[in-house]
């Protein structure tokens, strides 16, 4: 991790569990996400909340794990739990 990132935490256990996806898609998924993370990071570090890498990964495993959700989603289905969102 550099310094840029240091708001994150947990970011190894995250990376660890990255390592023990089998699931090559899913595992190409929560790489975007750690990429997404690291490469925007606040502008100002004093600033910046912390933020739960670890969390952020198990959410985004649970989202992702449906391949057929995602297919559906990717073949404009709407998948939304409310009209609103």
């Known amino acids: ?3 840029e990132a240091i708001f994150l935490v947990n970011y190894d ?3 660890e569990r990255i390592s023990e996806v089998t ?3 899913l595992s190409q998924f929560l790489w975007r996400g750690v990429k997404a ?3 925007k990071p606040p502008e100002t570090q004093s600033n910046a ?4 890498m670890l969390y952020f990964i198990d959410l985004l495993t ?3 794990a449906s391949r057929e959700g995602l297919v559906a989603i990717l073949n404009g289905e709407d998948l939304r ?3 609103d969102v």
Do not use: C, T
């Open 81 to 83: 739990w409310w009209d």
């Open 37 to 39: 993370m690291v490469a």
């Open 62 to 64: 649970e989202m992702f």
């Open 23 to 25: 699931d090559l898609a």
């Open 13 to 15: 256990k995250a990376i």
């Open 1 to 3: 991790m550099n310094d």
């Open 49 to 52: 909340l912390p933020f739960d």
